[in-house]
């Protein structure tokens, strides 16, 4: 077995990943579970916690922005220790089957499971954002940089190609449900469980394929004598705080983090938000919400791939602020917009542009980063994404709460593109792979 034969295997498994945790991305947070919390779980007339009426919108925010914070304040250290024990295939494995065992056990919350359904839906997301930690940490080490961008789009290809399957398939469940004998709530259920075995079941080609060297680093005569658990927590920490004492000599990929925490406010809670603001807010039925969705991630694969080719022509950052252009004028479009018809070209839209800022922003970032410290580093690039993922939804359902309407959130949300774009421009991509040859430890 020659070694293109071995580096097409890792790819495909590592691709496979997407495949499998991306039917929770699209039938779990953007379709379904939105949908069956707000008409089911919590119903029209809100949920009431100390005395104040909360709406499923507003609930949803807060859900959202509670599992981001958890990873927040992780992601560093764990992304440290991984990388000093070389167990990122252990940690994503850890994080993955507590994820998929927590959104089957979504198939048990039925009307007024409010708790219920906030807590198994919290742990299921930190199951979700903290194993694409280390998804993400493998990048550098199974692509060259030359090829990272078109890698890193076809993860995301592969993602919307096994998530628009297995929507398709809970979709089928969910508007036949009749003739499976099922009722419109059992179905919804079954279509929650599937998600999780999906992601579950299919990530098993991750284990087959992707592999990980062993640990080139001892123990630390000092931390010896401890358990190993401790041992590794305390190197974690030491390791951490290492690169947060040398991150200004990386200034260029600290200035890209900064802009891609804003810009990625905006983009992550457009898909969080965006089925429950046609819900409630446009009052659009649930068939047209879901279609939508299909269509986004039909037309997504197609962005994603096609952005990673424009980048390789007129280089990552400029293709990544094409996108956020767009990014702009979605929620521009979205404040005004009535009927189902514009909902559905936004989603058109939306799709296009929602691989390939994704895509791009991860392998630019991955092209920056030192290879050997790949799982730190992109903790810390998780930290960016889940404190952007804190407060997007959190502003969105406060201004919710307040005004009364969700198109000021949504419109609010410009803000986040415009100032992404302007720090972006000032990233020197030059200045920053000089930089990644530092030596941190």
């Not at 949908?35 to 609930?59: C, Q, R, W």
């Amino acid at each position: 077995m020659n070694s293109t034969e071995i580096n097409k295997k890792t790819i495909f498994g590592w691709c496979m990943y997407d495949w499998a945790n991306s039917a929770f991305t699209l039938t779990v947070i953007t379709a379904v579970l939105p949908l069956y919390f707000a008409d089911v779980i919590v119903g029209p007339g809100g949920f009431t916690i100390g005395g104040n009426v909360y709406s499923a919108t507003a609930l949803w925010g807060f859900m959202i922005s509670s599992a981001a914070l958890f990873v927040f304040l992780c992601a560093p250290i764990m992304g440290a220790i991984a990388d000093f024990s070389s167990s990122k295939k252990k940690f994503m494995m850890a994080f993955c089957y507590t994820g998929s065992l927590f959104t089957a056990l979504l198939f048990f919350c039925q009307t007024g499971d409010v708790w219920m359904t906030m807590g198994f839906f919290v742990i299921a997301q930190i199951g979700f954002v903290g194993g694409n930690i280390f998804y993400d940490a493998f990048l550098p080490q199974i692509a060259p940089p030359e090829k990272m961008d078109w890698v890193s789009g076809k993860g995301y290809a592969f993602g919307y190609i096994g998530s628009d399957i297995q929507f398709a398939m809970s979709l089928g469940l969910i508007l036949m449900h009749d003739t499976f004998g099922l009722t419109s709530g059992e179905a919804v259920r079954w279509a929650l469980a599937f998600s999780g075995l999906w992601w579950g079941g299919f990530s098993i080609f991750t284990w087959m394929y992707v592999h990980e060297a062993a640990a080139a680093e001892t123990i630390p005569s000092k931390y010896a004598s401890r358990p190993k658990i401790i041992a590794y927590i305390q190197i974690g920490f030491a390791r951490t705080a290492a690169t947060s004492k040398k991150i200004a000599q990386f200034k260029h990929l600290v200035l890209f983090l900064v802009g891609f925490m804003l810009y990625n406010e905006g983009i992550q809670t457009v898909i969080a938000m965006a089925t429950i603001y046609g819900k409630e807010e446009l009052q659009l039925p649930s068939d047209v919400l879901m279609i939508t969705l299909f269509v986004i991630q039909l037309v997504a694969m197609g962005g994603a791939l096609a952005f990673s080719k424009l980048a390789e022509k007129i280089g990552t950052k400029k293709a990544i602020i094409m996108t956020l252009a767009v990014w702009s004028g979605v929620v521009v479009y979205a404040y005004f917009m009535t009927t189902a018809l514009e909902y559905m070209i936004l989603g058109v839209v939306v799709g296009i542009v929602l691989g390939g800022s994704q895509s791009l922003s991860r392998s630019f970032y991955g092209a920056m980063i030192p290879a050997k410290a790949s799982a730190e580093f992109y903790g810390f690039y998780s930290v960016f994404t889940k404190f952007s993922a804190i407060w997007g939804p959190f502003v969105f359902a406060l201004i919710r709460q307040i005004s009364g309407t969700a198109r000021l959130s949504i419109l609010s949300l410009i803000v986040f593109f415009f100032a992404g774009m302007i720090i972006l421009y000032f990233v020197n991509e030059k200045k920053a792979l000089e930089a990644k040859q530092i030596e941190i430890f």
